[in-house]
């Protein structure tokens, strides 16, 4: 997670990629996914990476909430998480193994 001012920043340029305007001249963002209308501050929308920031990151897209935690839990998280044990199986960092406590006689 990057720090706060960081996330604004990026959350502020995808507001202003991707505001539109409705006949009410009220701004509000389309969620990618399912293509609901966020107003607002009253419905929550969030600055989502298309590709995930461990692989480098790439534009921001808004997502509704919803779609967002769908999106994370069932696309990026098994595939970062599998890039990172390939990684650390390629570069040889492994689990310490844990051990049984050696029995101590006589103490
Ligand atoms: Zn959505």
């Not at 720090?3 to 959350?11: A, K, L, M, N, V």
């Not at 929550?44 to 480098?56: I, K, S, V």
């Not at 790439?58 to 990684?87: L, N, W, Y």
Request: proline share 9%; aromatic share 10%; with cysteine.
């Amino acid at each position: 997670m990057p720090p706060p001012r960081q996330q604004s920043r990026f959350r502020k340029e995808v507001w202003h990629a991707f505001r539109q305007h409705d006949s009410d001249d009220r701004e509000f963002i389309v969620c990618v996914d399912c293509n609901k209308r966020c107003y607002p501050p009253h419905d929550a929308w969030e600055a989502d990476h298309d590709l995930p920031h461990y692989f480098g990151g790439s534009e921001g897209v808004p997502r509704c909430k919803a779609c967002h935690r769908i999106k994370t839990t069932e696309q990026d998280r098994p595939a970062i998480d599998k890039a990172r044990r390939v990684r650390e199986k390629h570069l040889g960092i492994r689990k310490p193994k844990h051990k049984w406590p050696k029995r101590s006689f006589g103490m």
